[in-house]
């Protein structure tokens, strides 16, 4: 049973535009909610992250929502540039526990 | 951001043998590492938890004899796939975590032929 539902599966967007990632959880003991980026035959890298005392954080063009009431965490990409064609996951873990819940990923590919 | 290392980056063996996976927090005051398992195209499989000095904590349906796990020290972990068969082949990912968050290592392709 997973945890955290990611959708969508892969999305193709053009350089320029914004892709959306959309994240929901069921556990309200979460209390962490990291994005991590993956390029094919890598291990994932840390990319932004933030808590629930937090609606939104911005890191250059990376930009997490958080709606604590929806259960649902979103991330978006301004300004998709093809470097960032990539895998991300999302992913969730309680205070009380430092092992992640993970999404199933999203397979992003910025089209030039 | 922290550095974790693994080493080797891709390991190739026979049916049969025994491959040790090492992975090395580099900079990063972790109190607890992970194991995962990665299939093509799929999300981070969990396999177990170590802290150091005690006995790693596996998920369900990992065999534990098959997937020996060391913590000998804070910044090291090993992870020992036993009488490898073609079916373990795999991308095997490390990770050092805290209280505040958790870092990936580059990963291991291993392929058992």
């Known amino acids: 049973q997973q945890q955290v539902k990611q959708s969508p599966q892969s999305l193709i967007v053009q350089k320029g535009g914004i892709s959306i990632i959309n994240c929901a959880y069921e556990n309200t003991a979460f209390d962490y909610f990291p994005w991590y980026q993956q390029f094919p035959g890598k291990g994932p890298a840390l990319l932004i992250a933030i808590r629930p005392d937090v609606s939104e954080k911005k890191e250059g063009r990376f930009t997490i929502s958080f709606n604590k009431s929806a259960k649902q965490f979103s991330l978006h990409i301004m300004d998709s540039q093809p470097g960032d064609s990539a895998t991300y996951f999302c992913a969730a873990r309680p205070s009380n526990d430092y092992k992640l819940s993970f999404g199933a990923g999203t397979t992003v590919t910025v089209r030039a | 951001g922290a550095v974790v290392s693994q080493h080797p980056s891709r390991v190739i063996c026979k049916s049969g043998t025994s491959v040790k996976i090492e992975c090395r927090s580099l900079?990063?005051?972790?109190?607890?590492m992970f194991w995962y398992r990665q299939f093509p195209k799929k999300s981070l499989m969990l396999m177990a938890t170590?802290?150091?000095?005690?006995?790693?904590?596996?998920e369900q349906g990992v065999e534990k004899d098959k997937f020996l796990i060391n913590h000998a020290s804070l910044t090291l972990s090993t992870l020992t796939v036993t009488s490898a068969h073609p079916e373990d082949s795999s991308f095997y990912i490390c990770s050092a975590g805290n209280q505040e968050t958790q870092y990936f290592g580059p990963g291991t392709r291993l392929l058992v032929l």
């Open positions: 170590s802290n150091e000095g005690s006995k790693a904590t596996y």
């Open positions: 900079d990063f005051q972790a109190t607890t």
